[in-house]
Each structure stands twice: as C-alpha cells, then as structure tokens.
C-alpha cells in the first residue's frame, strides 16, 4: 500500500533524530544518510498501518542496518590507506543531533568517536543509544533481541572502554574561538617552544588523507615530536599550496563540538584540524584532509556566517 502524506511526514519529522544516531554509530555522514535512506525505504514497503510504535520501528530497522555497515566498515578500514578519522561536523550541522547533556555533547565529540573504534558494533549501538539518546536499557534490548540484562553488561563494558580516554574540558565557542587563535598565533611563530607549552607531555597528531592527500601513516606522539609536525606544516611552501589549490584560508570553528581549525580554498573546506583540549592542555590534533570527507563541511560552510580568517596558510 502507497505511504500517505501523514506517513511520509511521519518519516520525516523521524529523520534528523535517525541521521544524527546513525552519525554516531558509522562516524560519516554520507553512510549516515544512506542508512537512513534505506529506512525510508523499508518504511514504504512495510504495512505501516500495522506498525504500533513507528519511532520504535524505525530505530530498530536503521540500527540494525547501521550493524551491518558496521561489520562491513571494520573489513574495508583494514585495506584503508592511513589512518582512519570520522568524518567532521561542523558547528550548527543538524547531524550534530540533541546537545542539552553533557553525555549527548560527548558521545558527539571527535575523541568519543575515534575512541568508539575500539567498541565491538554491538556495544557501539547500545552505547549510542542509551548515552546519547537516553533509550531504556528495555527499549535497547527490543531493538537489539537481547536481553535487558545483556544490554546492562553491554554498555557497561562499552562506557568502561569510552571512560579510558582522557577527560575532555567542556568549552563554548568563544573559548574555542581562543584557543584556536592561540594555537594558530604558536603554530605560526616557526618555533617550537609556544606549541610544547600549548600540548600536553603525551599529546598526538593524527591525520587522515584517504590516500589521496598526503597523510603519515603513523600518529606523531609526544608534545615535542608534535609540535616539530605542527611547525613545518604551517611552514609556507610552493608544493603545499599547488597540492591545496592555492593558499587556504584558516578559520577559528568547532567541528563535533571541538575547538577546530578550519582550511578554505575559494570556499571549498580542505581540511579540519580538531583540537582535544583537557585541563592540562591540547591533548591531540586530529586532521581530516581527506577530500571525500570534506563535502558535507565545504557545503555547510557555504550556508554559514564564518567571519574573517584568522590567518592565511602556506
């Protein structure tokens, strides 16, 4: 039987809440966009008529999808070139999803999703969905087909793995706006002492290229061996700026709730570097150049109102 228009709205009125958990769960928002897609889908060919509780139906059927990509995701990230980062949101995305809990804002966060790397796709979702969404661990189970019990130990197990990761320091965007400025203002000194003092004793850089942008294979670990990376990379340079399409543009935002560092050519977003910031200091820098997950910030960014640039790169 068609969908009604009632029901398409229904659908509707459902998918920024079914975008922003399949976000969380995949970590790129086109595999987000396609799993919903997909939803839609099914949606039309059930008897809607029959389905009791569509948001309960529609959460089973997306997460149950996003299981899946997830089993086939872990398979292709072992042949992926480099490192591999999530795809960067930037601020005002509607992807972001709800962000009135501290736990809704971390389970977003750049460092939350490289740590939910770790988590099996099971632990994955029942961390996803009871952390950001606030599901009952009942409701959870009935997604799922497990027991109340199992999806208890689950995302204990699960929030256990999340909590290793070193606390993260809340910050609104003026802060950001700071800390940003403060980096840039050292990563453009051609000294290392101002980025050592920036980082903390362990920090990481972490970069991912795809492939198709350069990109070290290895993170650089330890605040010297960073801060070393972080100089020459702002270092002007004739090959940088042809590999770039020209001299990129840098900007104070926040990606996934991050203080970020944003690179523009000609209104095209070429990379997002993401700031971890502690109480102790910057605690990593996470840079995404890889072009494929660049297009959904390039055309977020043509909506925005982003100001000046701070600074211009190489």
């Not at 570097?273 to 910030?297: F, H, S």
Request: glycine share 8%; with cysteine; hydrophobic share 45%.
């Amino acid at each position: 039987m068609p969908l009604t228009a009632s029901d398409v709205d229904r659908f509707e009125a459902a998918r920024p809440r079914l975008e922003a958990i399949a976000y969380r769960l995949l970590g790129s928002a086109g595999e987000a966009e396609d799993a919903v897609q997909e939803t839609f889908l099914r949606w039309q060919a059930a008897d809607v008529g029959r389905v009791e509780v569509p948001e309960a139906w529609l959460t089973k059927v997306l997460t149950n999808l996003c299981l899946n990509l997830l089993t086939s995701a872990r398979a292709r990230r072992e042949t992926y070139v480099g490192q591999w980062l999530p795809e960067p949101l930037l601020a005002g995305d509607p992807m972001l999803g709800p962000a009135d809990t501290a736990e809704q804002r971390e389970s977003v966060s750049y460092a939350v999703l490289t740590l939910m790397e770790r988590l099996s796709p099971s632990e994955r979702a029942v961390y996803v969905l009871r952390e950001a969404f606030g599901y009952p661990h009942r409701e959870i189970a009935e997604i799922l087909d497990i027991t109340e019990a199992a999806s208890q130990q689950i995302f204990h197990r699960a929030r256990k793995h999340v909590a290793d990761g070193r606390a993260r320091a809340e910050i609104d965007q003026a802060a950001a706006r700071r800390v940003v400025e403060e980096f840039l203002a050292a990563a453009a000194s051609g000294r290392i002492e101002p980025l050592v003092r920036l980082l903390i004793e362990d920090a990481v850089s972490i970069g991912d290229g795809g492939g198709k942008v350069p990109a070290r294979a290895k993170a650089f670990e330890g605040a010297v061996a960073v801060a070393k990376f972080l100089r020459g990379l702002f270092k002007p340079g004739e090959a940088k700026r042809a590999l770039a399409g020209g001299a990129p543009e840098l900007y104070a935002s926040t990606a996934n709730g991050d203080p970020a560092v944003v690179a523009v050519v000609d209104g095209r977003v070429v990379g997002v570097m993401c700031l971890e910031v502690t109480a102790e200091g910057i605690a990593a820098c996470r840079n995404q150049v890889n072009p494929d997950k660049l297009e959904r910030a390039t055309a977020r960014w043509a909506l925005a109102d982003h100001g000046k640039p701070l600074a211009a790169a190489f």
